[in-house]
């Protein structure tokens, strides 16, 4: 005598018919991970996994002073990026209302001194943060083969940081902004054969005014952000091209020995010589 079937529950229903759904189909193209096609598929289709590196070696997970400093200055920039859309809707870029939209935003709106302060100090350990970025890559030989083109990109990076610091400071339009740019945008007519024409961009006039504070916002939050999120891009697809982050070299076979050697001993490792 065959048995009845085994009726399903309301939630099953509902979940089969979502799975089978023409919207889930095209939401997810692939099943569950379980099988190297489906992990496959997975890596191909997600493109935060696709960018990052299939294989990444031992030596350069090692955690150092400087480890993940390339990717504490990206989520650096997320926080600036969330924190300054935060920001816009409260700031006008006109010389006699913009100090005053920076008070009223300190001292009126809801956590809006807190939004400040957390973009300004992530404005300035983003510029650290990148520094020793770079040490470390020099450091470490990441220049090199075939590691060139990326290395551009990450100087490019560099600048773009620089110049979004640059740009910021004089957003607030306090006395400290303004002279520091006015003393900072006065070095450019000294730029050998592109200076008179740089510093027309920067100021767009005979002084730093109105003009200068719309170049300056456009380029802050428009210009320098999307320049900053393309290189970004490249810079991780590099990454994963050239075989992963580079760590520091290994040591020589003979000198590896050595050492494991020595540490078995109970013996303290000698310095390279």
């Known amino acids: 005598m065959s048995s009845l ?7 099953d229903i509902i979940t089969q018919k979502i799975v089978t759904s023409q919207l ?3 939401i997810f193209r692939h099943g569950y991970p379980d099988t190297p096609l489906n992990q496959s598929l997975v890596m191909m289709g997600n493109v ?3 960018l990052h590196p299939v294989k990444v070696s031992r030596q350069a997970m090692k955690i ?4 993940c ?6 989520f650096l920039f997320l926080v600036l990026t969330l924190t300054g859309v935060f920001l816009m809707f409260y700031y006008v ?4 209302t913009a100090y005053q939209n920076i008070n009223q935003l300190s001292s009126a709106v809801s956590f809006g001194h807190l939004v400040r302060n957390m973009h300004r100090w992530a404005a300035h350990l983003m510029v650290v943060s990148v520094t020793l970025h770079m040490i470390r890559v020099f450091y470490h030989g990441a220049y090199k083969p075939p590691r060139e083109f990326n290395w551009v990109v990450g100087v490019g990076l560099f600048f773009c940081t620089l110049f979004l610091s640059f740009t910021g400071y004089l957003l607030p339009w306090d006395q400290i902004a303004l002279w520091a740019i006015t003393v900072g945008t006065n070095l450019a ?3 050998p054969i592109l200076g008179q024409p740089v ?4 100021v767009g006039g005979p002084a730093v005014g109105q003009a200068t504070l719309i170049r300056f916002y456009v380029g802050h939050v428009i210009l320098l952000p999307l320049a900053t999120a393309i290189l970004l891009a490249v810079h991780f697809w590099r990454i994963r091209k050239d075989g992963g982050a580079a760590g520091p070299p290994p040591p020589p076979r003979r000198e590896l020995e050595a050492r494991l050697a020595e540490a078995e001993q109970g013996l303290a490792p000698t310095a390279a010589r």
């Open 93 to 96: 870029p006109e010389t006699h």
């Open 69 to 74: 400093m390339g990717g504490i200055s990206f």
């Open 199 to 202: 510093y027309q961009v920067l």
């Open 5 to 11: 079937p085994e009726k399903k529950s309301l939630l």
């Open 64 to 67: 150092t002073y400087t480890w």
């Open 189 to 191: 007519p000294y730029t």
């Open 48 to 50: 935060f996994l696709h």
């Open 24 to 26: 889930w189909r095209s």
